[in-house]
């Protein structure tokens, strides 16, 4: 079963724009990880975060994570086509190292 | 570094017929999982591997097992093949002990049932 949903489900977008995608889940959490999935492939590991902390950076990428609401937001700026994918988050629980996945939001950026 | 690696990238089998599927983990990782991601769902945990005895498994039938090996690599086996298999098979790696819980992906096998 899935642990939560990612929202949107799709997102159409300029170059240049932000993006922003949002993940629910259900259960208390040790950290919440974003990947990036192009066309079917491989995941691509993009960001984690941990269950004590608020926010966190990586190059364009911007994580939010708020334990209270149980929820957690991806935000890329400037985005570029090539960042046309699907993203996914994933959380572990406690005493478990097995990720449960969302259902994934579908990003397409026109240039 | 080479990253995760599987094998083989496609794989078509007929219903009733029994598949292996192979993963190499990081360099580094000790651990790996398994993963089942059916078309336009997110990925579904199937069982994870340490120290070559299966540690944690998700709700997947007895179809599903697995090995992992003393170099750390894993063999993914499904017997009794359904229709509803057909899927992208998933390996991941992690480091069991001062790893920080990141996962790294393989690019997965795609299984077609027929």
């Known amino acids: 079963s899935q642990q939560g949903e990612e929202d949107p489900q799709a997102l159409s977008i300029q170059e240049g724009e932000n993006a922003t995608m949002n993940c629910s889940y259900k259960?208390?959490?040790?950290?919440l990880q974003w990947y990036r999935q192009n066309s079917g492939r491989g995941l691509v590991h993009l960001i984690l975060?941990?269950?004590?902390?608020r926010e966190k950076h990586s190059g364009r990428l911007r994580v939010t994570l708020d334990t209270s609401k149980k929820s957690s937001s991806l935000l890329i700026t400037a985005s570029r086509a090539a960042d046309t994918a699907s993203y996914f988050c994933?959380?572990?629980?406690?005493?478990?190292?097995?990720?449960?996945f969302g259902t994934g939001t579908r990003l397409q950026v026109f240039p | 570094d080479a990253g995760v690696t599987q094998s083989p990238t496609h794989l078509i089998k007929t219903r009733g017929q029994q598949v292996t599927l192979r993963c190499s983990p990081k360099s580094g990782h000790d651990t790996v999982s398994w993963y089942q991601q059916a078309l336009g769902q997110g990925p579904q945990f199937i069982f994870q591997y340490y120290e070559e005895e299966e540690r944690q498994r998700g709700n997947f039938p007895d179809r599903f097992s697995g090995h992992q090996f003393p170099n750390y690599s894993s063999e993914l086996n499904v017997n009794a093949l359904l229709l509803g298999d057909s899927a992208l098979y998933l390996c991941?790696?992690?480091?069991?002990?001062?790893?920080?819980?990141?996962?790294?992906f393989g690019p997965g096998t795609r299984l077609t049932v027929t």
């Open positions: 975060i941990r269950s004590n902390e």
């Open positions: 994933a959380t572990d629980a406690w005493n478990t190292d097995k990720l449960i």
């Open positions: 991941a790696s992690s480091a069991y002990s001062g790893g920080n819980g990141e996962q790294y």
């Open positions: 259960t208390s959490i040790n950290n």
